[in-house]
């Protein structure tokens, strides 16, 4: 957990495109005698990471909708900077970043857990928007900042979608080839593990996804490619049935669909609205995130610390993807852990005679080392994002006293830990329970409506399907919701697993019995399947948290 490398895949072209979409634009930037803005451009260069591994068809988008949040951000940190220091150096003045960061974090960090668009999250745009904050004193204005970062997304954008020419279909066509070869080691290894499922699943997911986002499903025929992932998804179900030694009940056993394609997710609306949900996960991560961050920065300040905005990084690090207590523990241990490596890497390059042209190729050396981690294992990729940030620091003071940079890093980390360790694990802590039974609620309530509509419309008629898809989506934060309940509380998780289990078995089920019934158009059977709905509703109590 700790020093894990677990596989991701090949993400060294990634790392390279990471380093070029920075590189190029701050060395013609510094040629042409614009010396402290070509540091600035990386801020709006970290808008390449959140386009590795998508379509192309959907990567430009992705990146330009990133990038504008980043350069959105920098403005934001730069304008609240310049309240501060026209306002003075008072505590209440110091608080005005600290609130900017806080309310960034809650929104960044919500939309992000709602969309559930996993690594790198909203870090980086609150890790931008705090150096930021400290352009003002610099003499750096807030517009200035916002074209430099401007310029970086410009070529984030370039750098991402460079691949097109040569390969338009290589990200899809790798999303398919590493599940295809997850699935394979998963169905051929006697041996097999339990990690071997959750890895050759989460593959499956993931190449669903991107087969989607590239448009290969669309139109009467279907491509090759999605033929191969159709047929090895058809493979891992019928491996999994067998190892779990499943024994088909015939009153309730549906027949297997045969050539159906799993559904898209829902739309982005869609997702951010049904999380605006007290109960939600969403919900719940944006809160502590918010808290934390805001505790963080405030006590900082209280004790006279230099940079608040160190505190309210290591807080949002390790809980911006809504870890359970057991993995944010683990992530607060990454957290501190790479912040001390990364300090001493930052004192080496700090201590050196490199300047100039060198600090930039450094700089590109870091986000490479950063893209190639941040999936695989957060402490190693703190290693390299603290010295990376505190660099770009360096702009607004430079010739700062070394043991002061480095005490006040490691101070306010632990800050930012430790007040990420009492949203954790005081904060909301029945909430882990609330989103299970809300997630199942949810599954209810769509399967319901779904039966409803099956009375009237065939399984495939346009309202058929949004409601199909918005279960199957529903289904899988669910089983999220589950997995966080066991890791958080196992006993009580125990309590409820079979209560969950049946609103799991029932959604699926229906599922499979639209898919199997779409050549008749309408389930014959649906007051069959609206009995079953009302039992295992009777037996759900959302009222019950144990």
């Known amino acids: 957990m700790l020093f894990g490398l677990p596989a991701v895949g090949r993400r060294w072209p990634g790392g390279l495109r990471s380093a070029l979409a920075f590189g190029v634009p701050a060395i013609l930037a510094w040629l042409l005698g614009f010396h402290t803005e070509a540091l600035l451009v990386v801020s709006g260069s970290f808008a390449v990471i959140y386009g590795e591994g998508r379509p192309y068809r959907s990567r430009w988008w992705v990146v330009l909708t990133a990038g504008a949040a980043l350069v959105a951000s920098v403005w934001l940190g730069a304008t609240a900077g310049r309240l501060a220091l026209d306002f003075g150096e008072t505590g209440w003045a110091r608080m005005i970043p600290v609130t900017v960061l806080s309310v960034l974090a809650l929104v960044a960090v919500y939309v992000v857990a709602a969309l559930r668009l996993g690594p790198p999250g909203a870090f980086f745009f609150v890790l931008v928007c705090a150096v930021a904050s400290y352009l003002p004193a610099a003499d750096i204005s807030a517009t200035r900042g916002a074209v430099c970062a401007a310029i970086g997304v410009a070529s984030a954008l370039v750098v991402a979608m460079s691949g097109v ?16 070869a997850a699935i394979e080691k998963y169905t051929t290894s006697p041996t097999a593990s339990v990690g071997d499922r959750h890895t050759a699943a989460s593959r499956l997911h993931a190449a669903w996804a991107a087969v989607y986002e590239a448009g290969s499903t669309r139109g009467t025929s279907r491509p090759a490619l999605v033929q191969t992932l159709f047929d090895a998804h058809l493979a ?38 049904r999380s605006l949900h007290r109960d939600s996960h969403a919900a719940s991560t944006a809160i502590r995130v918010f808290c934390a961050a805001a505790g963080a920065g405030e006590i900082s300040v209280a004790m006279g610390l230099s940079r608040p905005d160190w505190a309210i990084l290591g ?15 683990y992530r607060g241990m990454q957290r501190l852990g790479g912040t001390l490596v990364g300090v001493v890497l930052f004192s080496a ?46 702009i607004s003071h430079p010739g700062a006293p070394l043991g002061g ?28 329970r609330r989103a299970l039974l809300w997630s199942d609620r949810r599954v209810l309530e769509l399967t319901d409506r779904l039966l409803t509509a099956l009375r009237s419309e065939n399984v495939s008629a346009a309202a058929t399907m949004e409601l199909r898809r918005d279960i199957q989506f529903e289904l899988v934060g669910a089983a999220l919701a589950g997995a966080e309940a066991a890791h958080n509380d196992r006993r009580w998780a125990h309590r409820m697993w079979e209560r969950h289990a049946e609103v799991d078995h029932l959604g699926y089920e229906l599922l499979a019995r639209c898919w199997t019934a779409d050549d008749v158009g309408r389930p014959n059977d649906i007051d069959q399947w609206q009995r079953r709905h009302d039992t295992v509703t009777g037996k759900f109590d959302s009222r019950t948290l144990g």
């Open 405 to 432: 940079i480095v005490v006040d890093r490691v101070v306010e980390t632990a800050v930012g830990v430790a007040l990420a360790f009492a949203a954790l694990w005081l904060l909301l802590p029945g909430a882990f």
């Open 236 to 273: 891992f179900a019928a491996a999994t049935r067998a190892r779990a030694g499943a024994v088909p009940d015939p009153e309730s056993a549906v027949e297997s669909p045969r050539d159906q394609l799993p559904l898209a997710r829902p739309g982005i609306g869609y997702r951010l609205k």
């Open 165 to 180: 020419v040569r390969d338009p279909r290589g990200p899809e066509r790798a999303a398919v080839g590493a599940a295809v």
């Open 315 to 329: 807080a949002v690090l390790v809980l911006q993807q809504g870890p359970d207590r057991v993995h944010g523990t």
């Open 349 to 394: 390059i700090y201590l050196s005679p490199l300047t100039g042209l060198a600090v930039i190729v450094v700089l590109m050396v870091l986000q490479f080392a950063i893209e190639i981690s941040v999936a695989r294992n957060y402490g190693l990729a703190v290693t390299f994002i603290t010295p990376l940030a505190l660099l770009m620091g360096t």
